[in-house]
């Protein structure tokens, strides 16, 4: 590599990536809540997306721009 770069991060969010050759990462984030009232909505909340997070990951595959390596 030119620049001696072993990894680059484009950052998080953006289909504007996927067009560019940037594969698709999963990623996650850490929050206290003060309210113990609002935990069983937002865990419901968090365990749905998860799963469409995951899903709109795996499609977004099928639409990289350049030939992928067969594993």
Known sequence: MEKNLTHFDPGTQGEHKISRGFHPTLTW???????????????????????????????????LPFRQKKT
Do not use: P, T
């Open 29 to 63: 984030s850490n929050h206290w809540l003060a309210e113990a009232v609002f935990d069983e909505a937002i865990n419901n909340f968090v365990e749905e997306e998860a799963k469409q997070v995951k899903q709109y990951a795996e499609d977004s595959c099928n639409l």
